[in-house]
């Protein structure tokens, strides 16, 4: 299994949960694909988009669940990064929890 990770406010968690699906933070809508990040590129990506934000949850997704909806794309740092190209069922999360870290900063996965 192939694990991406997506950054959820609370409302978002809770709509998810609600709905069986996520389509889409206000960025992701913008830019027509759900942002997520791979395990190396995940603290880097919460401590750059999410700075000051309390109530964040972490959705563990599983890529092969989506099939060709994901595709990886350069960003930041040229480095790739997985999107979405579709909404995000509930069922391709196979793990998600409030945002924790270690000690060291680095971040606990549900």
Known sequence: MSLAYKVLTAPQMAQLLAD??????PVDLADGY??????????????????GQSDLFIASVDLAALGDAVKWEESRGA???????????????VAHGPLARAGDGSIILP
């Open 34 to 51: 759900i942002h997520l990040s791979a395990l190396p590129q995940l603290a880097e990506t919460i401590d750059k988009h999410f700075a």
């Open 20 to 25: 069986g699906v996520f389509r889409g933070a």
């Open 79 to 93: 480095a790739l990064f997985p999107h979405i190209y579709a909404d995000l069922p509930l069922s391709a999360v």
